[in-house]
C-alpha cells in the first residue's frame, strides 16, 4: 500500500494550511490513518489519528484545537487541517496508515511534506 502527501509549503505564522494524503493499493480496510511530524533534531511524533469506527481521533497536546483530522474513506484519504500555525509546527509531516490488504496486514508511510512557519 503506497501513501502519497501533498500539501506542504512555506507560511507565516497564525497562517493555516491543508495536508492531503492518497493511500494506494489493494486495500481491503484501513484500520487507522492520520499524521506524524519530525522536527529538525527530534524524534517521529504523533500529531494526529484518526481510528476507524469511532467518532473520535487522537491529538497531541500541542495541537489540539488547532489541528484537524478526517477522512474520506470512499477515497481512502485522509486530511490534517492545520490552522495557528506556529514556527514550533515547522517540520516533516508523514501520512500513516494500517490495515488489510490483498497480501495481508499493512503498515505504510508516505514519503513525507515539510511544513515551514516563518515567525
Known amino acids: 500500500v503506497q501513501l502519497v502527501e501533498s500539501g506542504g509549503g512555506l507560511v507565516q505564522a497564525g497562517d493555516s494550511l491543508r495536508l492531503s494524503c492518497a493511500a494506494s493499493g489493494s486495500i481491503s480496510s484501513i484500520n487507522a490513518m492520520g499524521w506524524y511530524r519530525q522536527a529538525p533534531g527530534k524524534q517521529r511524533e504523533l500529531v494526529a489519528m484518526?481510528?476507524?469506527?469511532?467518532?473520535?481521533?487522537n491529538y497531541a497536546e500541542a495541537v489540539k484545537g488547532r489541528f484537524t483530522v478526517s477522512r474520506d474513506n470512499a477515497k481512502n484519504m485522509v486530511y490534517l487541517q492545520m490552522k495557528s500555525l506556529k514556527p514550533e509546527d515547522t517540520a516533516v509531516y508523514y501520512c500513516?496508515?494500517?490495515?488489510?490488504?490483498?497480501?495481508?496486514?499493512?503498515?505504510?508511510w508516505g514519503q513525507g511534506t515539510l511544513v515551514t512557519v516563518s515567525s
Open positions: 500513516n496508515a494500517r490495515g488489510y490488504s490483498d497480501h495481508g496486514a499493512f503498515g505504510s
Open positions: 484518526s481510528i476507524s469506527g469511532s467518532h473520535s481521533a
